[in-house]
C-alpha cells in the first residue's frame, strides 16, 4: 500500500511473493492438470532462479519421476526436500512411499517411525506401517498399526487391509468381522459389500453371500466381481444357462480374465460339452498359467474324456504349484492308474493319503486299487480307515455322501467280507463337496478304479482380488503439497487374501 501525494490516496499494490516461491502456483497448476511436461518446464526454470533451493518445485519433480516409474531419482529428490525441510512430515513420508516402492520395507519403516514422531495423530503413517510390516511377515505388529490407523480415523482401505491380514493368517471369521465393521461404517462402497459376499460364499452361507452380492450390485450394477460371485452360485446349484448368462455380462467388462474363463469351462463341463469346457479352460490357463485350480480343472475334463496322459500333464503341473492337496494326489494316482504305472499310483494314493486327513474318497480308491493288485490285508486297512472318516462327518455335519460312492464301497465291503451295511444309511452328496459330482467313467463293478468317484472338495477361488484403488487421489488446495496416498500391496502370488469361491470346479 502506497500514499500518492497527488491525489491524497492509498494505492493498493500486489504482495511480492519471496523469489522461492513466486511460480509455485504455476507448478502446482501444471501439475493438477496433468501436463507434466509444461510442469518439469516451470520447475526447472524455478530451481534455476533459486540455484535449487526451493522445496515445493522439488516436491513435485519427484512425484512426477515417480508417476512416470523412476523411483530411485523421485526417493532422493524427496530426501532433498527432508534436508531442506527437516520438521516436515509429509516429506519423510514420501521418502517412506519410495523405499516401500523399491521393496526397502525395513527402511521404509524406520523413516515412517520418525515421520510418527513429528505428527503423531496421522493415521496414513499407522496405516502404511501396517502394510510394511504384511510384507514383513510381521501379522501381530501389521494388526497394531492399522488398529491404531483406524482410532484416529476410520477408512476403508484400512479395513481392508486388516481384513486381509485375517485372510492370510487362513482366519476367515476374523475377516468376516472386520469386513462387517467396515460395511458398518461405508455401506455403499461395493468393493466391501462384494469381498464380504465372497467370503461368506466360500463358507457356503448363500443367503447372507446373495444379499451383500445383491447390495453391491444395486449400488453398481456394472461391479463384473459381484456379478461372477452371483455366477458362481448359480453354478454352484446347477443353473449353468443362467451362470452363463452373468458371465456373458462380465465377459463384457473384463474379456481376459482367468477365473471368468475357468468358470464358463466348468458350466460347459457341467452341461457335459466336453470340448468347449476345455476350449475355454486352455484359454483360462493361457492368461494366468501358475493358477494351479485351472490346471487341476483340465486335468479333472481330461480324466472324465478318458485322455489320462493329458490329464497326467495337467495334474503334475498343478502339484508343482499346489504340493499339500492331497485330492491333487488322488486324481494323480487314477490317470497313472488308467495309464497302467500301478506302482507310481500306489506311491501317489499314499501321499494323498498322508496329506488328506478328511476325504473318505482318497481311502476308498486306494482300497480298490489295492484289491485290484490282489493285496487283500492292505486294502482291508485303507477301507477301515475310510469308515472312520465317514463316521467322524457323520458326527460332526449333516452332510450327505454321493450314492455311487456309497454303492461302490457296499460291493468292496462285500468282496473284503466286511458286511454290506457299514456306517452308510442314505445315498446323497459327497462329504467334502458342496455339490454334486460329474463321474469321469462308470465303473463296471468293484474291481475297478474308482478315479470316476474323486471328490471334489470345497469350491476353488483365485479370482476375487481384494484390493481398491488407493483413495484421496483429488487436487490440492493452492500452495500445497499433494498428499500421501496410503500404501496398498499388490495381492502377493498366493499368500494374498484375495481369493474366495468365485471359481467352481465342476457340477
Request: aromatic share 10%.
Amino acid at each position: 500500500m502506497i500514499w500518492n501525494t497527488r491525489n491524497s490516496t492509498y494505492i493498493f499494490t500486489a504482495p511480492e511473493f519471496p523469489i522461492l516461491e513466486k511460480q509455485n502456483w504455476l507448478i502446482h497448476l501444471h501439475y493438477i492438470r496433468k501436463d507434466y511436461e509444461a510442469c518439469k518446464a516451470v520447475i526447472k526454470e524455478q530451481l534455476q532462479e533459486t540455484q535449487g533451493l526451493c522445496e515445493y518445485a522439488i516436491y513435485v519433480q519427484a512425484l512426477i519421476f515417480r508417476l512416470e516409474g523412476n523411483i530411485q531419482e523421485s526417493l532422493e529428490l524427496f530426501q532433498t526436500c527432508a534436508v531442506l525441510s527437516p520438521q516436515s512430515a509429509d516429506n519423510l513420508k514420501q521418502v517412506a512411499r519410495s523405499l516401500f516402492l523399491l521393496g526397502k520395507h525395513k527402511a521404509a519403516i524406520e523413516v515412517y517411525n520418525e515421520a510418527a514422531k513429528l505428527n503423531q495423530k496421522d493415521w496414513e503413517i499407522s496405516h502404511n506401517l501396517g502394510v510394511c510390516y504384511i510384507y514383513l511377515k510381521q501379522f501381530n505388529k501389521a494388526q497394531d498399526q492399522l488398529h491404531n490407523a483406524l482410532n484416529l480415523n476410520r477408512h476403508d482401505l484400512t479395513y481392508i487391509m486388516l481384513g486381509k491380514i485375517h485372510l492370510l493368517e487362513g482366519d476367515l471369521d476374523k475377516a468376516i468381522e472386520v469386513y462387517k465393521k467396515a460395511v458398518e461404517f461405508s455401506p455403499e462402497n461395493t468393493e466391501l459389500l462384494t469381498t464380504l459376499g465372497l467370503l461368506y460364499l466360500q463358507l457356503g452361507i448363500y443367503q447372507k453371500a446373495f444379499e451383500h452380492l445383491g447390495n453391491a450390485l444395486t449400488y453398481d450394477p456394472t461391479n463384473y466381481k459381484a456379478i461372477l460371485a452371483a455366477g458362481s452360485m448359480m453354478q454352484t446349484h446347477g443353473d449353468f444357462d443362467v451362470a452363463l448368462t452373468k458371465y456373458r455380462v462380465v465377459a463384457c467388462a473384463v474379456p481376459e480374465s482367468p477365473p471368468l474363463w475357468n468358470n464358463i469351462g466348468m458350466c460347459f463341463f457341467g452341461k457335459k460339452k466336453y470340448v468347449a469346457a476345455i476350449s475355454c479352460l486352455k484359454r483360462a490357463n493361457y492368461l494366468a498359467p501358475f493358477d494351479w485350480k485351472i490346471l487341476y480343472n483340465l486335468g479333472l475334463v481330461h480324466l472324465t474324456m478318458q485322455q489320462y496322459a493329458s490329464a497326467f500333464h495337467f495334474l503334475s503341473a498343478a502339484i508343482n504349484f499346489q504340493p499339500k492337496m492331497g485330492e491333487l494326489y488322488m486324481l494323480l494316482a487314477v490317470a497313472l492308474t488308467n495309464l497302467e504305472d500301478t506302482e507310481n499310483a500306489k506311491r501317489a494314493y499314499a501321499e494323498a493319503v498322508h496329506l488328506d486327513k478328511c476325504n473318505p474318497l482318497v481311502n476308498l480308491n486306494y482300497a480298490v486299487l489295492l484289491y485290484n493288485q490282489g493285496e487283500k490285508k492292505n486294502a482291508l486297512a485303507q477301507y477301515q480307515e475310510m469308515e472312520k472318516k465317514v463316521s467322524l462327518l457323520k458326527d460332526n455335519s449333516s452332510l450327505e455322501f454321493d450314492s455311487e460312492m456309497v454303492e461302490m464301497a457296499q460291493k468292496l465291503g462285500a468282496a473284503l467280507q466286511v458286511g454290506e451295511a457299514l456306517v452308510w444309511t442314505k445315498p446323497v452328496k459327497d462329504p467334502k463337496s458342496k455339490h454334486q459330482t460329474t463321474s469321469t467313467s462308470k465303473p463296471a463293478s468293484f474291481q475297478q478304479p474308482l478315479g470316476s468317484n474323486q471328490a471334489l472338495g470345497q469350491a476353488m477361488s483365485s479370482a476375487a482380488a481384494y484390493r481398491t484403488l488407493p483413495s484421496g487421489a483429488g487436487g490440492t488446495s493452492q500452495f500445497t503439497k499433494p498428499p500421501s496416498l496410503p500404501l496398498e500391496p499388490e495381492p502377493a502370488v498366493e499368500s494374498s487374501p484375495t481369493e474366495t469361491s468365485e471359481q467352481i470346479r465342476e457340477k
